[in-house]
């Protein structure tokens, strides 16, 4: 059974960091393309960053405080996060798509306090 598990989550005074991860299982992920989304309160969710192969991308919110990186042998891929800002807080999922499936974990809350 496939199953990606988030940690990492928590609250965090504006200007701070945390790192996420995604720990995924069941089947191996080194050649998937993993993305961060995340869904603040009332809103849609929106993707955050994401890495395919060493290749990776941002949301232009978050680009040059967010890094996203992958542990091909440890089937996990991080979110490190820095200089949050109060806008950042949501529940950040993560989505594995490898052989046109998609896979989720079930979220991690961030909150940033101001």
């Known amino acids: 059974q496939v199953q990606l598990v988030e940690s990492g989550g928590g609250l965090v005074q504006a200007g701070g960091s945390l790192r996420l991860s995604c720990a995924a299982s069941?089947?191996?992920?080194?050649?998937?393309?993993m993305d961060w989304l995340r869904q603040a309160p009332g809103k849609e969710r929106e993707f955050v960053a994401g890495?395919?192969?060493?290749?990776?991308y941002y949301a232009g919110s978050v680009k040059g405080r967010f890094t996203i990186s992958r542990d091909n042998a440890k089937n996990t891929v991080y979110l490190q996060m820095n200089n949050l800002k109060f806008d950042d807080t949501a529940v950040y999922y993560c989505?594995?798509?490898?052989?046109?499936?998609?896979?989720w974990g079930q979220g991690t809350q961030v909150t940033v306090s101001s």
């Open positions: 989505r594995a798509t490898q052989d046109g499936e998609d896979y």
């Open positions: 069941g089947r191996s992920f080194s050649s998937a393309v």
């Open positions: 890495i395919s192969f060493s290749t990776t």
